[in-house]
């Protein structure tokens, strides 16, 4: 063999294992770029299930990657544009002033925004450094909007609790000086009539039954207002006859003064219900009826109770001057106090009024029966 023969051998060789040298880079060049589509997927996939949005913005404030659909628009139609296009107009400038500081250092900054939709946000700003300097911003928004609410409603149930609180200790205080400024000093001075009806008998003094007369006379009005305070406290009559005679009575009890004419329509199956809930269906029906009396000027006030399968519907309607629930100072709990007592139970209440319109009360609650 020639040396012409051998070096194109030798040429044909070195081709040959070239080509299985390129034929193997392009069979790893393909597994590396299927392994790299898959780990794209993969990324792609936890970053669409994430709870939260993923958005990454130019120094310019241009998105150009969005992790999942918005609720107002598909991810391409929002690439392209300016991430500060969808806050709020008021809120824009503080948005750009978020996005300028977090391009000025590597340093992540948390924020709270709420987005032009009144979705609220809270936000972290991660810069992403390219080359020892901040190129892109990645933003990881959480939708907050819920959570505010439930700690706005738990401010508001504490403050709520505060105020009950509050009042139940003001009626304590007042129970306390009934107690001590009527009954208690009615029972002194008859103790005292008593004492000195002894002493006169005791002298053979013919008026020692005058002072005996007057304790008589003052144990009755201590008895008297015992009864009223605990008849304040609760009726004797809800515990034994139940919530429709216990509203009778209360409405023969107002009847007897100046108050409206005031109309009652029951119209129940039941019997007796949870102590409880006939309690709380007096409550709101004396405030209500007590308000109407009070401040409507009305010359008749209805009052209905109904039984609508599982639920009751307890309604108080006047015809009376009517007020803006608006201007009711916080510190009044008489109509809160019936809208908090049927969200308890469960129910809910709905007060229908203006200036000049009147005034109605809607309370709906679940039925709770027991028992004859």
């Known amino acids: ?147 505010k609410k439930a700690e706005r409603e738990l401010r508001g149930e504490r403050e709520l609790l505060k105020n009950v609180l509050s009042l139940q200790e003001q009626e304590r205080k007042l129970l306390t000086f009934e107690i001590h400024d009527g009954f208690v000093q009615h029972v002194n001075a008859a103790l005292m009539q008593f004492e000195a009806s002894r002493a006169r008998q005791v002298d053979g003094s013919p008026k020692a039954i005058e002072p005996l007369d007057e304790g008589l006379k003052l144990l009755r009005q201590s008895i008297a207002e015992a009864r009223q305070l605990m008849y304040g406290l609760r009726q004797p009559i809800l515990d034994e006859y139940g919530v429709v005679a216990a509203i009778d009575h209360l409405i023969c009890e107002l009847q007897e003064s100046e108050a409206p004419e ?17 309690s709380a269906i007096f409550r709101t029906v004396q405030e209500a009826l007590t308000n109407a009396c009070r401040h409507s000027g009305s010359s008749t006030v209805q009052i209905r109770l109904s039984q609508r399968g599982n639920r009751i519907e307890v309604g108080v309607e006047d015809e009376g001057t009517g007020f803006d629930p608006k201007a009711i100072k916080g510190d009044r709990f008489g109509l809160r106090g019936i809208q908090e007592r049927a969200r308890l139970f469960g129910g809910h209440a709905t007060i229908d009024t203006a200036p000049g319109k009147g005034t109605r009360i809607v309370i709906d609650l679940p039925l709770v029966e027991v028992a004859p």
């Open 262 to 278: 005031i109309g009652f329509a029951p119209n129940v199956q039941f019997d007796r219900l949870a102590s409880p809930l006939e």
């Open 1 to 147: 063999m020639t040396d012409d023969e051998k070096s194109k051998a030798q040429l044909i060789h070195e081709l040959d294992e070239l080509r299985q040298q390129i034929a193997h880079l392009e069979k790893h060049a393909e597994e590396r770029t299927a392994d790299l589509e898959e780990t794209n997927a993969r990324l792609r996939g936890l970053l669409d299930n994430l709870p939260d949005y993923v958005v990454i913005i130019d120094r310019e404030g241009i998105i150009h990657f969005l992790n999942r659909r918005q609720p107002n628009g598909a991810i391409e139609r929002l690439i392209g544009q300016h991430y500060c296009d969808y806050a709020p107009a008021e809120d824009q400038p503080r948005w750009r002033e978020l996005l300028h500081r977090a391009f000025q250092s590597t340093e992540i900054r948390s924020y709270e925004a709420m987005d032009r939709d009144g979705v609220l946000y809270a936000a972290r700003l991660v810069p992403l450094v390219e080359d020892g300097a901040v190129r892109n911003i990645m933003v990881i928004a959480t939708d907050i909007t819920e959570r």
